[in-house]
């Protein structure tokens, strides 16, 4: 009786420790190359954003604290959109001490690089933050928000606009 106490013991934990070492592994991270969304999170938190070189580890849909401590949350709006010139500086200003403008249409957002964006257009990503290029995998740059219609999402009762590193695919 003893020994089969002692087999279904050493079975139990054996059973454990082989179930337990693919958890302990390391797990993926935003940013990281990927084919499928299983690849980025076995709980479904996670995407592969298979239209990136390589595959991107992302969360679609993020807010101002959604993204894990890696990622910043980033707005997109497409290039292809952005003609209208706009000050940000200006734009729908509330301050009265600035000269309010008003050159974006009501259903646009004058984007801190200087152009009109339509809302409805815009997409939301969490991106690998980075400090330089040498943070980011092959064929990624390490870009700032400001450019190529890319923005900080922030909290929208904080007035100061910011910018993030994020790694993004090269152009």
């Not at 991270?29 to 999170?41: A, L, W």
């Not at 390589?54 to 709006?77: K, L, M, N, W």
């Not at 390490?142 to 993004?168: H, N, Q, S, W, Y």
């Amino acid at each position: 009786m003893e020994c089969l106490v002692r087999f279904q013991l050493f079975s139990a934990l054996g059973l454990a420790f082989m179930l337990g070492v693919p958890l302990t592994g390391c797990s993926p991270v935003v940013g990281d190359e990927c084919t499928t969304n299983i690849e980025c999170s076995a709980t479904g938190d996670r995407i592969c954003d298979t239209a990136q070189k390589g595959g991107y580890c992302t969360v679609q849909g993020c807010t101002p604290d959604s993204c894990p401590e890696e990622a910043h949350c980033i707005s997109f709006y497409p290039t292809e959109f952005l003609e209208r010139t706009c000050t940000p500086e200006t734009e729908d200003a509330v301050d009265p001490a600035l000269p309010a403008t008003d050159d974006c249409l009501p259903d646009e957002f004058c984007l801190s690089s200087g152009f009109c964006a339509q809302r409805s257009l815009e997409s939301r990503f969490c991106m690998a933050r980075c400090d330089d290029g040498g943070d980011c995998r092959d064929g990624y740059e390490c870009r700032t928000t400001g450019t190529l219609g890319a923005e900080a999402v922030i909290d929208p009762t904080r007035v100061e606009r910011r910018v993030f590193k994020f790694c993004a695919q090269r152009p």
